[in-house]
């Protein structure tokens, strides 16, 4: 069976300090992988999703980035976070045949 | 381009009482819809699917949801809430490629004893 890992699950960071968040699938082979952020009151936005080792699609202009050094392996970043960077990270995957997206378990983010 | 449309950012409900979720869409292409759950601090559960076929959609839970392309919806019900139902409801649509879901903003359910 599919698992996806996300880690750490809370993070305290103050201002201008850097940031990875980093994902995992396992059971699968060239998933797509995906970046939601939860913002209070204001649902899920995609942040990022990737059909493919080294390929990266931005959704929404931002201070954030992410990479995919292995197939089954996704990396938020920051090199300088803001206030408004605080949320609840999600991240996701989908067979790239597949019609269903699952689910890590989310990683709250702080910036102080 | 696709979205979705939630109406009614929180719903309050007396146990036993039908559930109603709204959820509303535009797409571009035949769409496929998605209802997930999410309880305080997790990630997004499944709770059912339209792809193609039947209209009707049952999931877990006793939840189901029927797709009406006239009205550009997939509402969510259940017969009877049950306090185990409190939780955030989300409506997502993907469109055939399957790279990119969109979701809704969500609608918080609360379950009344």
């Known amino acids: 069976s599919q698992t996806i890992h996300q880690w750490p699950a809370t993070l305290v960071q103050p201002v201008g300090s850097p940031l990875s968040l980093e994902c995992t699938v396992e059971g699968t082979s060239n998933p797509n992988l995906y970046w939601y952020r939860q913002a209070a009151g204001r649902g899920l936005q995609l942040l990022f999703y990737s059909v493919g080792i080294g390929q990266i699609s931005s959704e929404v202009p931002q201070n954030l980035s992410a990479s995919r050094p292995q197939d089954r392996q996704f990396i938020l970043s920051s090199k300088k976070l803001l206030l408004s960077d605080s949320g609840f990270y999600l991240c996701?995957?989908?067979?790239?045949?597949?019609?269903?997206?699952?689910f890590g378990e989310g990683s709250w983010l702080t910036v102080v | 381009a696709q979205s979705v449309t939630q109406l009614g950012s929180h719903v309050s409900v007396s146990e036993g009482a039908l559930v109603l979720l709204r959820c509303n869409y535009s797409s571009s292409v035949p769409p496929y819809l998605f209802w997930y759950v999410q309880y305080p601090n997790q990630g997004l559960q499944l709770l059912l699917k339209?792809?193609?076929?039947?209209?009707l959609v049952k999931g877990i839970n006793g939840f189901e949801a029927e797709f009406k392309k006239s009205e550009t919806s997939f509402h969510l019900t259940k017969p009877s809430a049950h306090m185990s139902d409190a939780a955030e409801y989300f409506c997502a649509v993907s469109e055939g490629n399957f790279n990119k879901f969109y979701f809704g903003s969500g609608t918080k359910l609360n379950v009344k004893p």
């Open positions: 996701a995957w989908s067979r790239v045949t597949g019609n269903t997206i699952y």
């Open positions: 339209y792809t193609t076929g039947a209209t």
